[in-house]
């Protein structure tokens, strides 16, 4: 029985609906197409095989090929490509459109490589993502779907951090002080996702850059709270948190001029700012006990999960507030030691998880209403 099937027999148990208005509901669904997700990836992993099969034969005989055949060829089939992307877009054809545009921007990436190994440019591979996010910014922008954009925002985050980490020009502003590059980076993500609601509201990009700030986020804290201290002479250059510091003050005015969120959602959002912000510190302060970093990743996370369910993102609140207990069972292991590798150890830690798993799922949508009216 399919979920549908499941849901409208509840309803009818329930009196929610009749025989009637249930069958109106199957004939509804009946007419919508299938589920394009799973077509986009069938045929995205089709356009991705049918890639690779041709590079291996061209990569079989690369040597024989002329330099000038292979620039010729990439070109035309760069053309191709954006012939036959121009060609669904104005046909309507969505999934083709994404399909052949994730393509075209894959081979662009390719075609950096090619023009690399042909003149012998040199040069590290986050150089040549940060060329492509150059290159490929406009394209990007006419995604329909969140793949696209997500990718694409992937890719220039990681070229960006690691120039900021590795490029010489960078270490006078970061002095390769990775806690500062980390703390800037889900900063940066804010700040982008605000100009993109202006300029475009809930397109793909503006969706990427959500699911980017939350992700470097966690990322972020995981990274300060099991940073060593072997370069700590380095974390203690105020300077560079200077980047840090601009795009935070850009992040937080663009918040508060922002119209989408009530009052209470923009102060619960500069709570999440400092509490994310005071650990990268701790540092700077010579603070090393991991009780400390380990109270502001859950206060960050409990801050976070609150104003996920303000906005009435459930599914979100839920994980985050998994996140949360998977740190609290962590601080546990943490706080206890050698001792949670004993067998009464062991038994007790299986106790909690399945305890705090079962509290969990009892109170989880009663937990969501109770965030969702607090910031009201």
Known sequence: MSK????????????FINSSQAQRIRDHEALKPGNSWILSGLLI??????????ISLIAAHWNQIPHLVKLGGDFLLLVGLATAILHTWETQKKIQFEVLLLSFLLFCLASIGLIS????????????????SLITSAATLGARQVLIPWLWTGAFLAGLVCTALDAVIMEPIFHKNHLAVFMATPLLCMGLLV???????EAGLTRAFQGWTLTCSLFALVVVEIQTPSNLESHRILSAYLPAYFLTAFAVMGIWKSFEYRRSQKILLMLIIVAFLIPFHLSLLKVSASIAYATFTILVLGLISIFLASLKARKLFQWFLFFLGMRFLILYFQALGGLATTGTG???SGGIIIGMTMIWNKHKDS????AEGWSK
Request: aromatic fraction near 12%; avoid cysteine.
């Open 346 to 348: 062991l038994v007790v």
């Open 45 to 54: 992993l089709g356009a991705l095989i049918i890639s690779v099969g041709v």
């Open 367 to 370: 937990l969501a209403t109770w």
């Open 195 to 201: 100009v993109s609601k202006r300029l475009s509201r």
């Open 117 to 132: 190994q042909i003149y012998h440019t040199g040069g590290e591979f986050y150089q040549a993502l940060m060329l492509w």
């Open 4 to 15: 549908l099937e499941k849901n409208l027999k509840d309803w009818i148990d329930h009196g």
